[in-house]
């Protein structure tokens, strides 16, 4: 992969495409097109008009964006690549790094449902009668239901710990700028 100066952990990766993102979003707010886009059509007309301020060149603007652009398109690059090529252990099994984000965002979503599940699992409906009350048993048994939250809870758990580990092991093929 080269020298250590050629390249930078995948956590410090991950926080530089934020850092790209967060730049480029800065940068496109100053431009005139994106500023006129912004106030809408609500705004009135007032005749005001602005120009450029000493020191502010929008073409200059637009050339860094286009050099940020490119360098974040390269380090969303060699990210993907690392994502797919380095495996991490998960519950005995090797997975690639691409293949654990996927399966965390599923777990996670799956949480969501389970504590809905848990949720109504917790209740029995009762409906007063005159002379008896009637009641209605959950769909899902309370019990299985928590089991299996306690169980993606730790899948979740385990795939976050072996990321995060892996984010400070692995290093990715890009040159940070000074």
Known sequence: MGTNQDSIYLYEALELRSEFQARLASLKALLPEHRQ?????????DGERREPAAGFDPAKIRENIRGLEYKSRKLNAAIQQVNFTNRIRVQEEEISLAEALEMRKAVNQELAGLQKMLERSAYRKVIYKEERNIAEEPEEDFLHVSRLIE???????QLNRALRKAAFEIRVPFRDEE
């Open 37 to 45: 886009i912004r106030r809408g059509l609500l705004d009135r007309d």
């Open 151 to 157: 169980e993606q809870r730790l899948l979740f758990r």
